[in-house]
């Protein structure tokens, strides 16, 4: 397995970069050598981000993800640069009832999430084949595998929840597809990560046990190098991890062309 270290001074793209774990992101790989492209809404927060890093090393892309132009213009970097790393970062989310939240939110956290984590993916491929090798980071989260627990403090997260899910099966799907072209795929699924992130949806989960976005970053550059698909930072026993794509595999293994017993009539 083609170890992250061997891509140091490499280029590394990371949308979201502007803050928390995208902006971990960047710091750690633009120290360990890579040269950077930060994508993120705000100019100034990218502008932060690039004087923490020496001259030359960072190029920003101040984007909207949500918009075709924000996409296409990323994309558009992907293809040109010999992007050697992709970290899909960018996320949103508008939290609340499925029957009350508008749909122009969800159609931005899909568009953000779903369309532009994919799409810019699929710009970045055809380089990585050209060159033998490099690696996508999706970050997904835990709720992927965690859809029908309790809402607790969260009004309705269903369209959000259903993104983090569409991040692990095309992980999933591209590492069975890029593995003979050398290209490691990741599922980045963290916890909750003490970031701005949910103060947005106006949650205070200040009390709550949180990991560190420098620590997510840790974990996934240790995945990448062992070559976990999955690679959830706070999960002490992977095998659950195994257990439910096992689960999975064995349902999609087990169907038959007949109609199962418990739907046929009498």
């Known amino acids: 397995m083609t170890e992250v270290n061997e891509r140091k001074g490499g280029v590394a793209l990371v949308t979201g970069a502007s803050a928390g774990i995208g902006r971990a992101f960047a710091l750690r790989l633009g120290a360990s050598g890579y040269r950077i492209i930060a994508v993120g809404r705000r100019r100034d927060r990218l502008e932060e981000v690039a004087s923490a890093l020496p001259e030359g090393q960072i190029e920003t892309i101040t984007a ?33 009832a499925f029957a009350d939240v508008a749909a122009r939110d969800i159609a931005e956290v899909l568009r953000v999430k779903v369309l532009a984590a994919t799409l810019i993916a699929h710009a970045a491929v055809p380089g990585m084949v050209d060159r033998g090798g490099g690696a996508i980071v999706n970050v997904a989260g835990m709720l992927a595998f965690g859809a029908g627990v309790p809402l607790g403090p969260a009004p309705g997260r269903a369209t959000y929840v259903a993104t983090l899910a569409h991040l692990v099966a095309l992980t999933q799907a591209l590492h069975v597809e890029l593995a003979p072209a050398r290209i490691q795929v ?81």
């Open 64 to 96: 909207d993800l949500a918009t075709d132009e924000g996409i296409e213009a990323v994309a558009a970097a992907c293809a040109r640069e010999p992007v050697s790393l992709l970290v899909n970062n960018a996320g949103l989310a508008h939290y609340g």
């Open 186 to 266: 990741q599922a980045l699924c963290p916890g909750i990560v003490a970031t701005e992130f949910h103060s947005r949806q106006g949650m205070d989960l200040s009390m709550l046990p949180r990991m560190s976005a420098e620590d997510v970053v840790t974990a996934s550059l240790s995945a990448l190098a062992s070559g976990e698909v999955i690679c959830a930072p706070g999960l002490e026993q992977t095998g659950l991890l195994d257990a439910v794509q096992d689960a999975s595999l064995a349902a999609f293994g087990a169907q038959s062309p007949m109609l199962a017993d418990r739907y046929r009539a009498g």
